[in-house]
């Protein structure tokens, strides 16, 4: 199993920036993609920002031009740097990664979580 840690989350006001961390922890042989998703109040999950191994990423419409997102292999370690907040922002964070794993299945993780709050 791998386990995300997410941090960073917080309040903050319109404008403002924050930058949400992931760590991948556990068992890891060949994590491919990483990513940011996040779930407002009576909304479902969206897809925020993903990133390959290979350090491809592709970003939601919402994100592009505020949102950055990066990572480091070798601490299997991926970051969200999000500038230029609104009100709309405001979720649940969630980090995502997936994996091949030995049974040649590529199997998904998710972290708990955390929340975001921009105010206006």
């Known amino acids: 199993q791998v386990q995300l840690v997410e941090s960073g989350g917080g309040l903050v006001q319109a404008g403002g920036s924050l930058r949400l961390s992931c760590a991948a922890s556990g068992s890891i042989f060949s994590i491919n993609a990483m990513g940011w998703y996040r779930q407002a109040p009576g909304k479902q999950r969206e897809v925020v920002a993903v990133?390959?191994?290979?350090?491809?990423?592709k970003d939601a419409d919402s994100a592009k031009g505020r949102f950055t997102i990066s990572r480091d292999n070798a601490k299997n370690t991926v970051w969200l740097q999000m500038n230029s907040l609104k009100p709309e922002d405001t979720a649940v964070y969630y980090c995502y990664a997936d994996q091949h794993e030995p049974s040649g299945m590529i199997k998904p993780y998710w972290g708990q979580g955390t929340q975001v709050t921009v105010s206006s």
């Open positions: 990133i390959t191994s290979r350090e491809s990423t």
